[in-house]
């Protein structure tokens, strides 16, 4: 599963993956925003944004390669409506559809590549985040997995009964409700034993969480430069 | 139905963000008087399973099968404000994980799916979940949920100037019918599983549902119908609108572009470019305040 | 000395009317180590579910002299550390080093000590190298570990373990009960497996159908009942009947 890629990757070293996720956040969000004014033909900021990219994710020791190909997911939406937008007559917006929503799915996975989840929620929580969102965002990226691959063994031992020909068309749909309803049952009962070993340790009421994040001189020095550098280019 | 960054127009992907931005906020602090933090796991839990349910197929006929999106199921398990917390926040880890929705477009995406969405859904259920129609209601949520979010994704494309000629927009329409129906029957045959399984485990009573989200989910209701009816009328149409509201990107890009003078061009996008971000500043400090005082007022 | 839990007349009636618990009198002294033994559904995970207050039945239940109340409960359950059966409940913190920190935060220590106290406790399981690693990375008998992590981390003088050695593979059966005995608090640990409560206990209690029907050595609980798995019954015929 791609979510293992990305997950390793977060456990990397390099100057990127040791800058506050703070920093990285609003640098991406600079990138990204400096990308959307971009005009489709601006064929020399396109790709210079493309070039800080390639340096970023190099720098970042991440599989160059795996990563572009990553970024990939965007296109079949992004192509379809570029192959509608050309046919229009609208070649400018065409091209600029699928040249800048690859490489703003880019930049999200370099940032995601180089900071853990837990990290880069720790990071919104400070920046205003709402409380209950980001814990509850927690939750479900811890459990996230154990439970799609839960759902991955029903639909191999769905699949495994196939052949069987008294399940076909409404039979089959009402199979995998069935599997959903036991998946739903058992995620239910997991949230009931989570609570208890939560009452087990003291819970209180509130979850305590631990806030270890400094933002140093190195992640003040990366944001500024790096947002102006694409400030600038943007504007030449 | 995850709008990718770059598709739409600056002032509708920023007006979106500002109006999603308060939404959530005001969203968290209701799911948090609502129930304290020890609901939190039962949500991420749910949320979980949402993602998870995503990946099971349920075969629709001719070859092609749909799978659950959620929104009204979590609804009626976990009540209105819940479930849209729950999918913001499915939203957001599809958009940062899975690269599944851009990052710039959260706000439109969690309005479309997480806050319209959701709210569609849940009105039938709360009208008629204790009656003997619940099933109809049920179905009726799940299906008013899809066609919701997706109209409202259409329109907000459309008023953006993504040029989308009659027969896609048919197809597309007839494609989201299509999905909200699969919707409705998946959620329906899933509770009806859960309810054999275990007839607790969904209540048939929402907890608390103040007049206020009865408000807010007819209008989300509504906005899903212009929605839909911007939609079907020609896309012409749409974007006349679009360009003259000064919405659409061609006012943007279309006039500067033509004219490739680099001394306007540069201090004419600087002014704009700054402009917008001073202006995205500004609300992102008018919200962290204003959830500040919200958050004031309700211990006070 | 006082008994570290007594517990009189533990009655316990689920919502369908089940009575899960009728009339349990048990204790522990300091020093013990105490196996629970009984078929699945006969009481055992229940009752230990009574003695930190996350299940309340009728009765009487005081642990280190408290009588269990609910201003006793945080005081409860800092002293007795309770280790579930799936790890995966238990780790739900996104890292190893918060969720080992969850109790001694929980209990108001200051967020700098808090993190000594994991630090401590993950070093005595062994697993202070892990302690920015994400629970699903874990194996699991390294995620059993990090559980025991969270609850020594609060100090308890009582450890009760629900089925620790399911999961686990020979070698990882074996370095837990290295780990187990090394640790000095008085336990409680329900188990079907029992070579591994022989290694550990000295007394050995039986459930049945909600009481306690048998307190003895390990071997004397398991001979009396034939509570053993690789002693075959003689008739080994399958019977539709006998419930599993």
């Known amino acids: 599963m791609h979510h293992v890629h990305v997950d390793s990757w977060s456990q990397g070293k390099s100057v990127l993956h040791a800058r506050d996720p703070r920093a990285k956040i609003l640098t991406l969000l600079v990138f990204l925003t400096v990308l959307a004014t971009t005009p489709a033909d601006a064929a020399l900021t396109l790709g210079i944004d493309a070039a800080v990219l390639v340096a970023g994710i190099l720098i970042a020791g991440l599989p160059l390669l795996q990563l572009l190909s990553r970024a990939m997911v965007v296109l079949p939406f992004s192509l379809t409506f570029g192959l509608i937008s050309w046919m229009t007559g609208d070649h400018l917006r065409a091209i600029g559809l699928v040249e800048k929503s690859y490489l703003s799915a880019a930049a999200v996975l370099l940032i995601v590549g180089t900071t853990s989840l837990p990290a880069l929620l720790n990071g919104f929580e400070k920046l205003g985040a709402p409380r209950m969102l980001v814990l509850v965002a927690q939750f479900i990226y811890r459990y996230l997995f154990v439970i799609s691959e839960q759902a991955q063994h029903m639909r191999l031992a769905a699949s495994a009964r196939q052949g069987d020909p008294r399940l076909h068309g409404k039979g089959r749909f009402r199979a995998a409700a069935g599997a959903l309803a036991v998946l739903f049952a058992r995620s239910y009962y997991r949230a009931d034993g989570i609570h208890r070993a939560m009452l087990a340790r003291a819970f209180t009421g509130r979850f305590p969480l631990l806030s270890s994040l400094h933002f140093r001189l190195a992640d003040g020095l990366f944001l500024l430069t790096a947002s102006a550098f694409l400030i600038v280019v943007r504007t030449q | 139905m995850h709008i990718p960054d770059n598709f739409l127009s600056i002032p509708v992907w920023a007006a979106l963000d500002a109006v999603s931005i308060p939404a959530v906020v005001l969203l968290s602090r209701r799911a948090g008087s609502e129930l304290d933090e020890s609901r939190i796991p039962l949500l991420g839990v749910m949320g979980a399973f949402v993602f998870a349910a995503q990946m099971i ?9 749909g799978h659950l999106v959620g929104g009204a199921l979590l609804a009626c398990v976990l009540g209105a404000a819940p479930a849209a917390l729950v999918m913001t926040a499915i939203i957001a880890i599809q958009a940062f994980v899975f690269q599944d929705g851009g990052v710039l ?55 953006s100037g993504i040029a989308m000629p009659k027969p896609v927009i048919v197809i597309s329409l007839a494609l989201f019918a299509m999905s909200a129906l699969i919707e409705g029957a998946i959620t329906i ?54 360009i003259k509201l000064g919405l659409a990107a061609k006012t943007q890009f279309h006039a500067p572009l033509a004219d490739y003078s680099v001394g306007v ?21 008018v919200c962290l305040g204003a959830g500040r005082l919200i958050g004031r007022r309700r211990t006070v | 000395m006082t008994p570290l839990i007594e517990v009189r007349g533990l009655r316990f009636q689920y919502e369908d009317g089940t009575q899960a618990l009728d009339g349990v009198d048990f204790t522990l002294e300091r020093g013990e180590t105490v196996a629970l033994f009984g078929a699945n559904g006969s009481g055992k995970t229940t009752f230990v579910l009574h003695l930190n207050g996350i299940l309340r039945g009728e009765g009487n239940i005081s642990v280190c002299g408290m009588e269990l109340s609910k201003q006793t409960l945080p005081q409860i359950r800092a002293k007795i550390g309770m280790v579930f059966q799936d790890s995966d409940e238990q780790l739900f913190m996104p890292t190893v080093i918060e969720d080992v920190a969850f109790g001694p935060l929980n209990l108001g220590v200051s967020q700098h000590d808090a993190i000594h106290q994991a630090e401590a406790a993950l070093e005595q399981v062994g697993m202070l190298l892990a302690a920015g690693k994400v629970p699903y990375h874990l194996s699991a008998g390294e995620k059993k570990r990090v559980a025991l992590a969270g609850v020594l981390a609060m100090n308890p003088e009582i450890l009760v373990l629900d089925e620790p050695s399911t999961f686990l593979d020979p070698p990882g059966h074996a370095n837990l009960v290295h780990l187990l005995r090394t640790l000095p608090q008085s336990k409680l640990i329900i188990t079907h497996d029992t070579h591994f409560a022989a290694a550990l206990a000295g007394r050995a209690v039986f459930f049945e159908k909600g009481k306690l029907v048998a307190d003895g050595t390990v071997e004397e609980i398991v001979q009396r009942f034939q509570w053993s798995y690789s002693d075959l019954p003689a008739d080994l015929r399958y019977s539709a009947q006998r419930r599993f």
Do not use: C
């Open chain 2, 265 to 285: 061009f540069e201090s004419s996008w600087l002014r704009r470019a700054s402009a917008g971000l001073a202006g995205l500043l500004l609300i992102y400090g």
């Open chain 2, 105 to 159: 477009a959260l706000g439109a995406n969690v309005f479309n799916m997480a806050i319209a969405g959701v709210l569609a859904g849940y009105l039938p259920i709360h009208f008629w979940s204790t009656t003997a129609r619940r099933k109809q209601a049920i179905f009726v949520g799940a299906v008013l949920s899809v066609m919701v979010s997706a109209s409202l994704a259409m329109g907000e494309l459309l008023i």
């Open chain 2, 189 to 242: 045959a899933v509770v009806q599983a859960i309810e054999k399984l275990n007839p607790g485990l969904i209540q048939k009573k929402q907890p608390s549902s103040g007049r206020a989200l009865i408000v807010l989910s007819t209008v989300a209701v509504l906005l899903g119908g212009v929605g839909f009816l911007m939609a079907s009328s020609a896309p012409d149409g749409i974007e006349q609108i679009g």
């Open chain 2, 57 to 65: 197929n349920f075969p629709v006929g001719i070859g092609t099968s």
